[in-house]
């Protein structure tokens, strides 16, 4: 009995979960708040640069179409492509918590439980800050609301947060319970 009881310091590996989605979170929001300005400015400066006409024989205004207009295609694409890894991402951590091996300890589903209401507050506020400045009706909200992708995750991330976490609450503490070594509880 007493080999059992041994060495069993930080037997919750599942909390890693929660840390995981609040900085996928967090990136999410900061990425969709800088595209936005960045597609914004991107509108500002593409006008003026491809406007500059023919300075000294050099025809600037070419120069700053095939410069800037290659680059204004790709900030104009960064809010799809971000939109999609973030939705891969989270895909990618349920698959992690649905293929995790070991099975947490049944006296951590109350600090689970408690950190995943965490993560949904922590959730709801991300929302509600992009949910103001989605709705402001300036030029940033206007490039915020053509991230149609990403501001989706982010305005409903409370809602797929809450569904993660009764999805991976169920693998983690209710998955193998010691089948490995033929034990039954713990």
């Known amino acids: 009995m007493r080999s059992i009881i041994k060495n069993k310091r930080g037997q919750f590996e599942g909390m890693w979960i929660v840390v995981i989605f609040m900085v996928l979170l967090a990136l999410a ?82 600090l689970f439980f408690a950190f995943m209401v965490l993560l949904v507050l922590v959730a709801i506020l991300f929302s509600n800050a992009y949910q103001d400045i989605y709705e402001a009706g300036d030029e940033i909200a206007q490039y915020l609301q053509d991230q149609t992708l990403l501001s989706f995750l982010i305005l ?25 070594y033929g034990q039954g509880g713990y």
């Open 29 to 110: 929001f900061l990425s969709a708040i800088g595209l936005g300005i960045v597609r914004w400015l991107s509108a500002e400066i593409k006008p003026v640069i491809t406007d500059l006409g023919v300075v000294e024989g050099t025809n600037l205004s070419a120069a700053g179409e095939v410069t800037f207009g290659a680059i204004d295609t790709i900030v104009n694409l960064a809010p799809m492509l971000v939109g999609g890894a973030y939705f891969l991402l989270l895909i990618g951590c349920i698959t992690l918590v649905v293929s995790y091996r070991t099975t947490a300890n049944p006296l951590f589903i109350g």
């Open 156 to 180: 409903n991330s409370p809602w797929i947060f809450t569904a993660i976490g009764f999805v991976s609450g169920i693998f983690l503490f209710a998955g193998k319970q010691n089948e490995t």
